[in-house]
């Protein structure tokens, strides 16, 4: 397996937070966000994953959360045209790294918009977030390029995979009190309590589970099902409302 990730620019402390809304917003920490991102990388590699760096833009704090650009279908990478304004700049440098990888690229063209956060392939079947990033375009395209079973998905968080992920073809982590598990068919669906309501979100690597740290009950439900479960700490790109599966674009 792959992964492309994006390093973190000086101008990370300006990432957006909750689209700006957000009354509490809390300063983010630059130099920590590298550590932070550095151990990230460390857990890739760690289990075999060969990582691609796309060096950091300053004129595009939230570039670290690469997942958000393209979305790869059995080896297709589809960039994306980002729902917030700001982030649409992006995707160049992203779509330069995946040509380099030998991976065929499509872009997205407005009006669809599509962040990657909103796409969560389970088994055959592409479930897709109809959020304030992702419109019914950016759905249909997706569909019409992936050539998959797409299932829209209403999110009022930010993302779908802010809420649910899979952790292999049959088994996905929900937050508690967010979707109707009943969205998801022909799986286990793991609710997670509202506690840690984070830990929903996980990376499925060969033979191991990246999981946000601090997180027992999730890492227990995992570990009973026989899962490899490695921590992993991401507190400052929480603080942009970043989740583990944003930090990298798998190419299996
Ligand atoms: C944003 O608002 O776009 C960033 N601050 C966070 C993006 C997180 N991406 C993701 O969950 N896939």
Partial sequence: MRALVREVPDSFVNALQDDGRRADARRIHVSKARKQHARYVDALVARGVEVVRVPPDEAYPDCPFVEDQAVVVDGRALVTWAGHPSRRGEADAVQAALDAM????????????????DVLALGGTLYVGRSRRTNGEGVAALARFAQRPVVP?????????????AVSDRLLLLAADTLDPTTFSDCEVVVVPAGESAAANVVALPGAVLILAGHPITRAAL??????????????????????????????
């Fill in 102 to 117: 030998g991976v065929p690229t499509e872009r997205l063209d407005p009006p669809a918009t599509l962040d990657g956060g």
């Fill in 153 to 165: 998905v209403g999110v009022s968080g930010l993302h779908l995979k802010s809420v649910a992920t």
């Fill in 223 to 252: 570990e009973e099902r026989g899962h490899d479960v490695v921590e992993v700490g991401i507190g400052e790109f929480r603080k942009a409302d970043g989740s583990l599966t944003c930090l990298s674009v798998l190419v299996p």
